[in-house]
């Protein structure tokens, strides 16, 4: 499902299910060595659909580590995401000569908890909200909203270095299945230029919710 948000240039591995076993190296088991088994195997899987993913790019596996804020650390030369949410989990990797970042995120299609909204969104995105809801309310638009913002920060953070809050970014949504994010917090794209905006893609299908942006390269 993934592929149907991201350019050819991007490979894509997702899963449903966790695989019985997956060969980790030394220092990812490490890492998970007192995880919970629920942690261990979103772990797990997650590297295996990147480990995938990079075959079809030509790039051998190699650990995945998590770096700062927990981002993985990818190969030289490759961008990446990684996502999982209950019964999906995903991997996106593309040279990074084609795409400067990719931000993924997946989210169970159903209504955010009660006061997240309000942590999440600005005003004026709220009432953009309700417009939404008012013209189709089988959607869960604040899920939606909240996963496209994930996928902003998952995209934003690889080429500054820096947090986004979710105030930074002012989002629209369209019932087209693409959305944009006016960047309101500063910052620069690799080669220097001011950052402005993301534009990415949403999809619900088989009660999930998927989020991903491309940025290109310069």
Known sequence: ????????????????????????????????????????????????????????????????????????????????????????????????????????????????????LDAVSLPTERTHLTELSTADPTRHWDRILFSCKETVYKTWYPITREWLGFEDARLELRPDGTFTAGLIKTGADQAGRPLTAFTGRWLVANDLILTAIAFPAS
């Open 1 to 116: 499902m993934i592929e149907e948000l991201l350019p050819a240039e991007v490979s894509c591995a997702e899963t449903v299910t966790d695989p019985p076993e997956v060969d980790l190296f030394p220092e990812e088991e490490e890492i998970i060595a007192r995880a919970v088994g629920k942690r261990r195997r979103e772990f797990s899987t997650a590297r295996w659909c990147a480990r995938q993913a990079l075959d079809r790019i030509g790039v051998a596996p190699v650990p995945l580590l998590p770096g700062e804020r927990g981002a993985p650390q990818w190969p030289a030369g490759v961008v990446g995401s990684i996502t999982h949410c209950a019964g999906y989990r995903a991997a996106v990797v593309a040279h990074q000569e084609k795409v400067q970042s990719l931000g993924i995120d997946a989210e169970p299609h159903e209504a955010l908890p009660d006061g997240v």
